[in-house]
């Protein structure tokens, strides 16, 4: 029989919650702002870009849904790589938070090409975010209280004997090949491709994501396309950003408090923003682009906020490092092919609002796979 070497125990000591977490926090915010919010910013480009080159709305719309594309297309990638090494070679944003007729100040002032430029620098500012991102240094009463925490594994009397210290090199290497395995394996499993949960909810996502990006790409063209000033479209922008802050914070309390079931709040939010995207069209004059560039901000934040949330409670938080990964793989599919299959559709029509039907339609038919998803729960 085996022997088992067991340690008593213990209370363990768990990381403190606050401290340099902050710095964590506002890295991540920052992070966040620098990488979406300028994809979405991309809009004030959009008009110059496409005359410049004298291309198509479809072909223009490319430049967008590559950029959107490949960084949910790295995600599981990144993060078996966070899982083996540290959160400090990549992170993922996902969140707006920047005013964005600044970046028309940039236009104006400094051409297209210049602009881009100065946003690149601003993306430089990445690798500060991620030195932030160190682990918690462990006092030694945290590494106790990690160590009490523990039962050893039974040990082979063929590998070791009483008086020796260390194992035989090849029983470390398997070990250490052993570790690493389990730890990718906790952000990449496959088994998740056969939970049916889990795929109709990536097809809500897919869908979703037909529909997230084309708007925020089209409204400055679309506003500029109704005779209202540059400054006055990319006003637009700012105003659906700070509305979207606004949404996150509100409705993200709102499901904390568990007041109604999360798959019933986000039904809600996604058929409400389907709606209101539906309703674009009817908006022709700068106030009511004004109220439309609102409703679509508080209810994308709404949307947005708790997304992420319920695909925790599709497979479980124990699984939602790898479930994120393949859920934002498969959700690149349609943030490659919303913005060009919206601007099909302004080029088929000769205007800008059809792709704000495209997005709506995309929008209302994911909500329909959060329909089948809460059937199958019950």
């Known amino acids: ?6 340690r008593p125990v213990g209370r363990q000591v768990l990381p403190p919650d606050g401290g340099y977490g902050w710095f964590i926090v506002l890295s991540t915010f920052l992070v966040f702002g620098l990488t979406f919010g300028i994809i979405k910013a991309f809009g004030v480009f959009f008009v ?34 966070s899982a083996y090494f540290s959160p400090r070679l990549r992170i993922r944003p996902d969140v707006d938070t920047h005013g ?32 932030l991102l160190r682990p918690l240094t462990q006092t030694k009463e945290t590494r106790l209280g990690e160590e009490e925490g523990l039962e050893l594994e039974p040990e082979d009397h063929a590998e070791t004997t009483p008086d020796s210290k260390f194992k035989p090199v090849s029983a470390t290497s398997e070990r250490t090949c052993f570790d690493f395995k389990r ?3 906790r952000y990449v499993d496959y088994s998740l491709i056969g939970s049916a949960h889990f795929m109709v909810y990536s097809m809500f996502g897919l869908f979703a994501a037909l529909g997230f990006f084309a708007p925020a790409l089209f409204l400055v063209p679309y506003a500029r396309s109704l005779g209202i000033e540059e400054y006055r479209s990319a006003a637009l922008l700012s105003i659906s950003a700070a509305l979207d802050l606004t949404g996150r914070l509100v409705f993200g309390w709102v499901a904390n408090m568990r007041l109604i079931k999360m798959v019933h709040q986000l039904m809600v939010t996604v058929l409400l923003l389907g709606t209101v995207l539906l309703l674009c069209p009817l908006a022709t004059t700068f106030g009511q682009l004004v109220a439309f560039s609102a409703g679509y901000g508080l209810v994308f934040g709404a949307t947005v906020s708790i997304h992420i949330t319920m695909l925790a409670e599709v497979v479980g938080v124990n699984r939602l490092g790898s479930a994120l990964g393949f859920f934002m793989l498969i959700r690149s599919c349609g943030g490659l092919l919303g913005p060009p299959l919206a601007g099909l559709f302004i080029d088929k029509m000769g205007d800008y609002s059809s792709g704000f039907l495209m997005a709506g339609v995309a929008l209302i038919v994911s909500a329909f796979c959060l329909l089948l998803l809460h059937q199958m729960n019950r």
């Open 100 to 131: 964005d007729d600044t970046w028309l100040l940039f236009v104006d002032q400094y051409s297209w090409r210049s602009g881009l430029l100065l946003l690149g620098g601003l993306q430089l500012h990445l690798c500060v975010c991620g030195a």
């Open 1 to 6: 029989m085996e022997p088992c070497v067991k």
């Open 48 to 81: 110059e870009i496409q005359q410049h080159f004298v291309t198509s709305a479809t072909e223009c719309s490319w430049i967008t849904s590559i950029a959107v594309a490949t960084i949910h297309f790295g995600a599981p990638f990144g993060s078996a790589l």
């Open 183 to 185: 730890r990718v394996q």
